[in-house]
């Protein structure tokens, strides 16, 4: 069975940058697109940054600007690069692999790496 490892979350200052990894253990065939999601206390999931198969990158108009998604498909991995943190990125971060294929989408979820940014 696939699943997807996050990495990278932790306390930051307001200001600072990290970089959040997130890798499949397996090629999963089919793979229409990938992002990142974040999750706050008391709010509803959103979706920070994706990237499709074909390479063209979204952005929530929060992030833009200080948000970079990338891919290395050798490694089955994903990156969320963020600069310039602000108290308002705290979230818990969710990479997601969507699959797609005549019969319907699949989604794969990582388990969540909590990022925390004080001000």
């Known amino acids: 069975q696939v699943q997807l490892v996050e990495s990278g979350g932790g306390l930051v200052q307001a200001g600072g940058s990290l970089k959040l990894s997130c890798a499949a253990s397996a090629s999963i065939f089919g793979i229409a697109a990938m992002g990142w999601y974040r999750q706050a206390p008391g709010k509803q999931r959103e979706l920070v940054a994706s990237?499709?198969?074909?390479?063209?990158?979204q952005y929530a108009d929060s992030v833009k600007g200080r948000a970079t998604v990338s891919r290395d498909n050798a490694k089955n991995t994903i990156y969320l690069q963020m600069n310039s943190l602000k108290p308002e990125d705290t979230a818990v971060y969710y990479c997601?692999?969507?699959?797609?294929?005549?019969?319907?989408?699949?989604?794969?979820w990582g388990q969540g790496t909590q990022v925390t940014v004080s001000s």
């Open positions: 990237i499709t198969s074909g390479g063209s990158t």
């Open positions: 997601n692999f969507r699959r797609s294929w005549v019969a319907g989408l699949q989604d794969y």
